[in-house]
C-alpha cells in the first residue's frame, strides 16, 4: 500500500481512453485539446489530498493501456495541480509489476528505474514541481510501445507548504500511425551522481562520457545519429544546465542549454534536430549557487540532482551515470568546476 499520508488515492477511479471534458481538464489543457484536437489515449488518476510537510519518493504508479497494437508516441503531457516535485515513468509489458493500477509502495513490486528502462522503455518525465509539461517531437518522429504494455512511474511528492494540496495527475498522449514515422526515437540520459556542492558559492559540475567506442563494438561504425529532445533535472540550488558535444570536429559544440528556475517546464523540442555526427560524447555540465552554510551532495529533499533525457534516433539507447571521484578542474568564470569519472552503458535496439 502506499502511504497513509497520501489520502484518495487508489485503482478504481481510472480514465482509460478518455478524452478531455471526461478527465476534469484545467484550461491549460483544454486549450491544448481545441488546438490538437482530442489526445488518443488518455488518463487521470484519483486526486490527492498531500498533508503540509511530508515528503515521499517510495511510491509507485501504473496504467495499463490494453493496447493490442503497437503504439508510437508522438506527443505526451503531463499535468498536475502541484505537490508533484518530480516523476519518472517507464512502459513495460502489462505482467511486469503485476498488481492493481493507481498508487502501490514500490518496494512491494520490487520496482526500480534502471529495472523497468532495460524492461521496456522510458514514456516521459516531469520537470521539477513543473504542472504541465510537454514531450514532443518533430513530425514523423515517435517512439514504439509494445502491445500490451502498461506505464509505471516512481513519483516525488513534496508539499512544502503550510496547508494541505489537492491534487491529481494525469496523461495525454498522441499517437502517429506506423506508415507516418520517419524517425524512430530512444532514449539517451545521464546522471552526475557525484555532487558535493560548496557552501556560500557558485560551482559547476561536469560529467563527460565517451559513447563512440560503443558504436564501434556493436554496430562496427562511427555513431550519426540527431538528438530530438531534452529535458534537463535540478533542484532549487541548480542554476543552469549545458549539455555539450566532446571530441572530433564538434567537440565544446553546444546541444542545448538552459537556465530556467524551478517550476519551470524545461523540456525542450529540437526543431529542427540536432546532429551528433562528428563527436564521439555528451558533456552534462550542472551550475549550482548555494548561499548555505553546508556542502551539498545528491538527494531529494534540501540536497541536488545533475540529469538529463534526451531522445534521439540512435539505434542504441544511451545511458552513463558517475562513479568514483571528482577530480579538480580548475576555475572557469569565477567558480570551481568539477570533473566525474563517467560509466557509459549502450544497448542495442531491435
Not at 184 to 208: C, G, Q
Request: proline share 6%; glycine share 12%.
Amino acid at each position: 500500500m502506499a502511504s497513509d499520508k497520501i489520502r484518495g488515492v487508489g485503482g478504481g477511479s481510472l480514465l482509460v481512453l478518455a478524452v478531455c471534458a471526461l478527465t476534469g481538464c484545467s484550461s491549460d489543457s483544454q486549450d491544448s485539446a481545441s488546438e490538437l484536437g482530442a489526445p488518443d489515449l488518455a488518463y487521470a488518476f484519483e486526486r490527492q489530498s498531500i498533508e503540509p510537510g511530508y515528503e515521499d519518493d517510495s511510491t509507485c504508479m501504473s496504467w495499463t493501456l490494453g493496447n493490442d497494437e503497437e503504439l508510437w508516441v508522438h506527443r505526451v503531457d503531463g499535468f498536475n495541480d502541484g505537490g508533484w516535485h518530480h516523476s519518472n515513468w517507464f512502459f513495460v509489458d502489462e505482467d511486469t509489476y503485476a498488481g492493481p493500477d493507481g498508487a502501490w509502495s514500490c518496494d512491494e513490486r520490487d520496482f526500480d528505474t534502471v529495472k523497468a528502462g532495460l524492461a521496456g522503455g522510458v514514456f516521459f518525465a516531469q520537470s521539477t514541481q513543473a504542472k504541465h509539461d510537454i514531450q514532443d517531437f518533430p513530425e514523423g518522429a515517435a517512439f514504439r510501445i509494445p502491445p500490451h504494455s502498461r506505464v509505471v512511474g516512481q513519483i516525488h511528492l513534496l508539499n512544502a507548504s503550510a496547508a494541505t494540496i489537492d491534487t491529481g495527475f494525469r496523461f495525454e498522449v498522441r499517437t502517429i500511425p506506423a506508415e507516418k514515422v520517419t524517425e524512430k526515437l530512444h532514449p539517451v540520459s545521464m546522471t552526475n551522481l557525484l555532487l558535493e556542492i560548496p557552501p556560500r558559492s557558485k560551482s559547476r559540475f561536469d560529467l563527460a562520457c565517451e559513447f563512440a567506442p560503443a558504436f564501434q563494438e556493436k554496430l562496427g561504425e562511427d555513431p550519426s545519429f540527431d538528438i530530438f529532445y531534452v529535458l534537463p533535472h535540478y533542484h532549487a540550488l541548480g542554476s543552469g544546465l549545458r549539455l555539450g558535444l566532446i571530441g572530433g570536429e564538434r567537440d565544446g559544440e553546444t546541444v542545448f542549454e538552459t537556465r530556467g528556475g524551478v517550476g519551470t517546464p524545461l523540456g525542450a523540442k529540437l526543431d529542427p534536430p540536432r546532429h551528433f555526427d562528428g563527436a564521439t560524447g555528451f558533456k552534462l555540465s550542472c551550475e549550482y549557487d548555494n548561499p548555505r552554510d553546508d556542502t551539498v551532495g545528491y538527494g531529494i529533499g534540501d540536497q541536488e540532482m545533475c540529469v538529463f533525457l534526451a531522445f534521439t534516433n540512435s539505434p542504441l539507447t544511451l545511458a552513463a551515470t558517475s562513479l568514483g571521484t571528482n577530480k579538480d578542474g580548475g576555475m572557469e568564470a569565477g567558480m570551481p568546476v568539477f570533473d566525474a569519472p563517467c560509466v557509459p552503458v549502450a544497448v542495442q535496439q531491435d
